[in-house]
């Protein structure tokens, strides 16, 4: 996670939720019920368009899109909410995190005592906000092309920047622009590895002490696997020894 690209962070973040599959198809499912009531009809609707590109990027199965799609024609609506929480965690580390719930009152005891038992602390709407970007981020593999190619592409087809670490190519674009994008690089390339709307950090915290560490990994694990939530974004990195020490 250190030692590398900011982005990887970030994909850290993300991706450590659904290092379990079922846990990931879950996520994935209620984007879909969110998105569906919008219309059943991808064409139409980019929100869906773009969980269903999510959906085929993890290979969920068929008959579990299908089902949700069913339910939406059929007038079955989801009560999920969308909320987004804002806080603290130990060093200043600021992290927002999003979370679709059908229970709010659910949703926020968990989050906050997640927060208060490593340290952090919940701040209101707009506490940390202003501290991050809301762009959109698409992930393909180092393999896929050149980097002079992957950059060509992607600023053509109207990216706005384009990151690389090791093994990753991350294009980011506008928040409006995002499902153009997405498709025409879908188009060319193939499907991505992932592709969200995320909170991108102006600025970055270098932690160096073991201590806040851990703690703030083991917050933001806490955090990834409470039941509603479907992303964290911090502003922080750490050294990756001081990662080979930390024992989650």
């Known amino acids: ?24 198809f879950a996520r994935l499912t209620k984007e ?7 219309g059943t009809d991808p064409s139409s609707n980019p929100r869906l368009r773009s969980a269903l590109s999510a959906c085929r990027a993890v ?9 949700v799609i069913k339910k939406a024609e059929d007038g079955e609506s989801s009560n999920l909410e969308e909320i987004r929480y804002e806080g603290y965690a130990p060093g200043g580390v600021a992290l927002i995190v999003d979370a679709l719930t059908d229970n709010r009152n659910r ?26 970007n809301n762009v959109g981020q ?30 990753n190519y991350e294009i980011i674009t506008l928040v409006n622009e995002f499902n153009n994008v997405r498709e025409k690089l879908e188009n060319l390339l193939g499907t991505p590895d992932q592709a969200d709307l995320i909170w ?13 560490a851990t703690s703030n990994l083991k917050l933001l694990d806490k955090l990834e696997n409470c039941e509603d939530v479907q992303g964290v974004y911090g502003n922080f990195e750490i050294n990756e020894e001081i990662i080979k020490k930390i024992d989650l």
Not at 6 to 13: A, E, L, S, T, V
Not at 142 to 165: H, L, R, Y
Not at 200 to 212: G, R
């Open 200 to 212: 991108y950090p102006e600025n970055y915290i270098q932690i160096d002490d073991e201590k806040k």
């Open 32 to 38: 879909l019920q969110v998105a569906a009531r919008g």
């Open 107 to 132: 949703t926020a005891a968990e989050v906050r005592s997640s927060f208060a038992k490593y340290g952090g602390n919940l701040g209101e709407t707009g506490s940390v906000s202003f501290m991050f």
């Open 59 to 67: 290979n969920m199965p068929k008959d579990n899109i299908e089902r």
């Open 1 to 24: 996670m250190a030692g590398h690209s900011k982005f990887k962070n970030i994909m850290h973040r993300k991706g450590a939720q659904d290092a379990r599959r079922a846990k990931k």
């Open 138 to 167: 698409i992930i393909y593999q180092k393999n896929i092309k050149s980097d002079d190619e992957i950059f060509d592409i992607a600023i053509e087809v109207g990216a706005t920047d384009v990151k690389s670490d090791d093994t």
